[in-house]
């Protein structure tokens, strides 16, 4: 495991996760290509990833992410889905995503050419499948002050205003307590 980096879980969906990368919408967790691969190592089917060599690569996650952002916002708007981002999510979906091979202990192992490209291989495809899916109307914004995350409100009144209860929902909590004393 790459040491000592953790990223948060919990939207619901891998893409949603993936967005939170971009910590509210300012604070960038995917900083180089270390990252991007401890990322991949802690949402992928892998045991460990390997920090990929070469340039680029932490462009290329950033760009999948704004586009992912892009096409997610624009389907929850009902506007068309602008064509740039559309080609990006698209190529990254391209990728041959993780392979499975049984051991000789029958442990399943995971494959591929770039663990990090197929990792965002299943990114990218979860991404589509959302934006395609009856599920996209359950994608909420976070009400957390300067949050703004995306998750999934798989409560059934549907009416879920926190990412997180721990984090953004115990905040407002505290906060609408603080503002009852001071009155
Ligand atoms: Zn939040």
Do not use: H
């Amino acid at each position: 495991m790459i040491e000592g980096v953790r990223f948060r879980e919990g939207a619901g969906r891998l893409c949603l996760d993936y967005l939170r990368t971009l910590r509210c919408g300012t604070v960038e967790e995917l900083l180089d290509a270390t990252a991007v691969a401890a990322w991949a190592e802690q949402f992928g089917p892998f045991d460990a990833v390997a920090v990929p060599r070469g340039e680029g690569r932490t462009e290329e996650a950033w760009r999948l992410r704004e586009s992912i952002r892009s096409l997610i916002d624009s389907a929850r708007q009902v506007t068309p889905c602008p064509a740039p981002a559309r080609r990006t999510v698209n190529a990254a979906a391209a990728v041959p995503p993780p392979v499975p091979a049984l051991d000789a202990d029958a442990r399943l192992r995971w494959r591929a050419d770039d663990p990090v490209l197929a990792t965002l291989s299943l990114v990218a495809r979860d991404a589509l499948d959302l934006i395609s899916s009856p599920l996209l109307a359950r994608v909420r914004q976070c009400a957390g002050t300067g949050c703004g995350a995306l998750f999934i409100d798989s409560s059934r009144p549907g009416v879920r205003r926190w990412c997180s209860m721990n984090t953004c929902g115990n905040r407002a909590k505290k906060e609408s307590i603080k503002a009852r004393q001071a009155r």
